[in-house]
């Protein structure tokens, strides 16, 4: 595990490049990408970050990391629509390809089958960063999901709940598809992101704490490319 613990005011720039070089590195990345408070600061800068290093972005494919049930197409707190609005439109024309969960046109099951066989014809996914939930889950594997978790529906937890009303979801969704752990920790590399006191609690108990499935971020610390990119804030819960 790689831990790095950069000062609140320079996280989104120093997140967002690095994600920049990691895209120059290789060009036809396939990269799992959140939404949440956490990484929409790191979404705000990436399009420059990337100008700035003369990398195109034509090839890489964009994957989900999941999404609400039950919100129509368009609503503005869909996952799809944030990422959408707040990364992918800014990147241009020739912006990347992007993979999401159909939960408009099929059921959540097959809208989740669809997913995988479209990750699987990808040959798997490079990079998923992943932001932590307030309870410890990253995605929508709320806690008591395993480490075999596989993509699937899920009841969300009440903070996910909250979480979505904050995007503008009135009333909050009760259900989501995510990636699962599986899939998760079958990736080459992994990113954790956290920032602001608010996280420090439940980073510290993650990094530190027993490995379990009670806290799903613990899992990750199990994976050989983990990379932990934190601001000061959420740092002081660790040891």
Same mark, same amino acid.
């Given at each position: 595990?790689? *831990? ?13 490049? &690095?994600?920049? #070089? ?9 990269? @799992? ?15 420059? =970050? ?16 999941? +999404?609400?049930?039950? *919100?129509?197409?368009?609503?503005? /707190?869909? @996952?799809? +629509? ?16 992007? %993979? ?8 959540? !099951?097959?809208? @989740?089958?669809?997913?995988?066989? +479209? ?5 798997? %996914?490079? *990079?998923?960063? &992943? ?11 709320? $806690?008591?999901?395993?480490? !075999? ?19 503008? /979801? #009135?009333?909050? $969704? ?14 080459? +590399?992994?990113?954790?992101? =956290?920032?602001?006191? =608010?996280?420090?609690?439940? *980073?510290?108990? /993650? ?12 899992? &990750? ?7 932990? &990119?934190? #601001?000061?804030? /959420? ?5």
């Amino acid at each position: 595990m790689t *831990l790095e613990i950069v000062s609140t005011s320079s996280w989104p720039d120093h997140v967002a490049g &690095l994600l920049a #070089d990691r895209v120059a590195g290789e060009l036809d990345l396939v990269v @799992c990408l959140p939404t949440g408070s956490t990484p929409l600061p790191v979404y705000d800068r990436l399009p420059s =970050a990337l100008q700035a290093r003369g990398v195109a972005v034509a090839d890489v494919t964009v994957v989900a990391l999941d +999404e609400f049930l039950g *919100l129509p197409a368009g609503h503005p /707190a869909r @996952c799809d +629509e944030i990422l959408r609005r707040r990364l992918l439109q800014r990147l241009g024309p020739a912006g990347p390809r992007s %993979i999401g969960f159909d939960v408009g046109g099929l059921d959540p !099951d097959g809208a @989740c089958a669809a997913f995988d066989r +479209e990750l699987g014809h990808l040959g798997g %996914i490079d *990079l998923v960063v &992943l932001g932590l939930g307030r309870n410890g889950h990253v995605g929508m594997n709320e $806690p008591g999901s395993p480490p !075999d978790a596989p993509t699937r529906a899920v009841a969300l937890a009440p903070s996910t709940r909250e979480a979505a009303i904050g995007y503008g /979801a #009135d009333p909050a $969704p009760t259900h989501g598809v995510t990636l699962g752990m599986g899939a998760i920790l079958a990736a080459r +590399e992994v990113w954790l992101l =956290a920032t602001g006191a =608010a996280k420090a609690e439940v *980073l510290g108990r /993650a990094m530190n704490g027993p490995v379990t499935s009670r806290l799903p971020a613990s899992l &990750l610390r199990g994976h050989p490319g983990l990379r932990v &990119l934190v #601001d000061d804030a /959420a740092a002081a819960g660790l040891s």
